[in-house]
């Protein structure tokens, strides 16, 4: 059974950068499309950019284009999500999923029940 950890969250400066993990096990990340989502308070969660197992990536959300960029490490079950230049309103809890099926990132709209989610890890941009 796939398990999805997150971790590098926390408390940054407007400006600044961060760098995600997503640790996996249980299953290979290599041959999924791995996803960031994130969910800002009272707001839904919504999907940020994910990556192929073909390493393309797709940017879901328009917003953060230009400065987030995804990557993995292959054969050490890692996917890293780089953000730069943050603003307040990238403050977020952040979670990496997957659907476990497709190696694409095709899966967006398909029921967070059947997405497999790690338990995410904060980030708050404030001076």
């Known amino acids: 059974q796939l398990q999805l950890v997150e971790s590098g969250g926390g408390l940054v400066q407007p400006g600044g950068s961060l760098r995600l993990s997503c640790a996996g096990s249980?299953?290979?990340?290599?041959?999924?499309?791995i996803g960031w989502f994130r969910q800002a308070p009272g707001k839904e969660r919504e999907g940020v950019l994910c990556?192929?197992?073909?390493?393309?990536?797709?940017y879901w959300s328009d917003a953060v284009r230009g400065r987030f960029t995804i990557s993995r490490d292959r054969g050490k079950n890692l996917i890293y999500l780089q953000m730069n230049s943050l603003k307040a309103e990238d403050t977020a809890v952040y979670y990496c999923?997957?659907?476990?099926?497709?190696?694409?990132?095709?899966?967006?709209?398909?029921?967070?029940?059947?997405?497999?989610w790690g338990q995410g890890t904060q980030v708050t941009v404030s001076s």
């Open positions: 249980g299953d290979n990340l290599d041959l999924l499309g």
């Open positions: 999923a997957t659907d476990e099926v497709v190696a694409t990132c095709t899966w967006l709209d398909v029921p967070a029940s059947e997405v497999t």
């Open positions: 990556i192929s197992s073909g390493d393309e990536t797709t």
